[in-house]
């Protein structure tokens, strides 16, 4: 079975193909920059996979040679409850026997058991699918999970803030979202972590000031951990360097609440990170507009 290809920046997904089969999340915003505002179309927890159904191998084994009506009837059946008025308008109507397929078999139902709510409702099953751009649960594990509401169904993929909760990512969220639940939301800050295979004995991250000045020094822990703490809301430049280059960012923390570097050594130090401040002009009429992003 082929699935399509999605580039996902912002919040927003584009297919760009229909047989591809990888997903690439060109930003995935940090939860210190994404506000502590409590919504009922999200929901961001902590908890034990108990059950992911169906497995991937029944998905997989989805019979080419099923008729329309007997695809039609199948996915009525396992989801019925969960279609939004929308989506059971579509499965009654369309008929595309490899649309169904593509939109509603390869979905599959998380249930969780639920340790700590951090923001959002209380809900104790989500849903994902097995596409790449699906987020691939395991029974026994536990995650952070970011799951935004759709239709009747909470989702989380690949591109969401889902992550196990011994991973980067998942430690720096729940340092600003437990932060944020105990009313005293983190200071600015800028973190992030290299890579331990590309560290080496003198490899160093600093800020600098307008004048290449060092303002700011941090150390990389065992693991190529960094962060500088309590900054403020104004312009750092990020720098990066050891014997073999060197690699710089500007990043503007007078919009942002953080920003988490994203560094790798390719024949010289490259520094990407998130999130992403998108900007935009007003252009005339039948003129494409351009984008820019700036950190």
Request: hydrophobic share 35%; net charge positive.
């Amino acid at each position: 079975m082929a699935w399509s290809t999605w580039i996902c920046a912002y919040g927003i997904c584009v297919i760009l193909c229909a047989r591809a089969s990888a997903c690439v999340c060109l930003t995935v915003t940090p939860m210190c920059a994404q506000g502590g505002t409590r919504s009922e179309s999200k929901a961001v927890f902590v908890g034990q996979v108990t059950d992911v159904w169906p497995s991937r191998e029944t998905i997989d084994a989805l019979s080419e040679d099923l008729t329309l009506a007997e695809v039609r009837q199948l996915i009525s059946d396992r989801w019925r409850g969960v279609l939004s008025a929308e989506e059971e308008q579509y499965l009654r109507t369309t008929l595309d026997k490899d649309s169904l397929v593509f939109r509603f078999g390869v979905i599959q139902r998380v249930r969780i058991t639920v340790t700590e709510v951090l923001a959002g409702p209380r809900i104790r099953e989500i849903y994902t699918d097995v596409s790449s751009c699906g987020y691939r649960f395991e029974p026994g594990l536990t995650y952070l999970v970011s799951a935004n509401q759709t239709g009747l169904r909470y989702h989380a993929g690949a591109c969401s803030r889902t992550s196990r909760v011994e991973s980067d990512s998942a430690i720096e969220d729940l340092k600003a979202l437990r932060a944020w639940r105990g009313g005293k939301p983190l200071p600015p800050r800028i973190y992030g972590r290299i890579p331990i295979s590309e560290v080496r004995p003198d490899t160093r991250v600093r800020l600098v000031d307008g004048q290449g000045r060092e303002t700011r020094f941090s150390r990389l822990d065992s693991s190529g951990r960094f962060a500088f703490e309590d900054l403020a809301k104004t312009e750092y430049r990020f720098q990066v360097e050891d014997a073999r280059g060197k690699g710089e960012r500007l990043i503007d923390l007078s919009r942002l609440a953080c920003f988490e570097v994203d560094l790798w050594f390719s024949n010289s130090w490259n520094v990407g990170g998130s999130p992403l401040v998108m900007e935009s002009r007003q252009v005339p009429i039948g003129v494409v507009p351009k984008f820019e992003t700036r950190v």
